[in-house]
């Protein structure tokens, strides 16, 4: 593929053995074939809960692998819409309403504010 046009097509153009993202902190070394599995799993997930192009797909999680997977996962599906994780409940709220964001993807723990904000306007 000598002309990427996608976000999709310009992680498949990279060599599959290929180290993607290195996790110093963890010692792991994602390639990119682990990269794209992941990232094509959850866009299609995503996909599957009616997400298409131009929906916003708003993220709520600290740096590390699952925010770089569920960014290119909302950019492909739809539209990423990263949040910073250290935006109070209103903020959360303001922007999940100037984004009209269809879905918040939080982490599996804590988020508090964040889940109080999508619950009250309906996001899940």
């Not at 994602?30 to 299609?44: F, W």
């Not at 910073?84 to 309403?97: M, Q, S, T």
């Not at 100037?98 to 599996?108: G, I, Q, R, S």
Request: aromatic fraction near 4%; glycine fraction near 8%; hydrophobic fraction near 45%.
């Amino acid at each position: 593929m000598s002309n990427p046009s996608t976000l999709l097509e310009l992680i498949q153009a990279a060599p599959a053995e290929s180290t993607a993202i290195i996790l110093p902190e963890s010692g792991l070394r994602i390639t990119y074939q682990q990269l794209r599995d992941q990232v094509t799993a959850m866009a299609d997930a995503l996909a599957s809960l009616g997400i298409g192009k131009g929906d916003r797909v708003a993220t709520y999680l600290p740096n590390g692998l699952p925010t770089v997977v569920s960014f290119l996962a909302g950019a492909i599906a739809g539209t990423a819409a990263p949040l910073n994780p250290g935006y109070r409940e209103d903020e959360v709220n303001f922007y999940l309403e100037d984004t009209n964001a269809k879905v918040l993807l939080l982490p599996p723990d804590g988020a508090e504010g964040a889940r109080k904000a999508a619950e009250a306007r309906g996001v899940p």
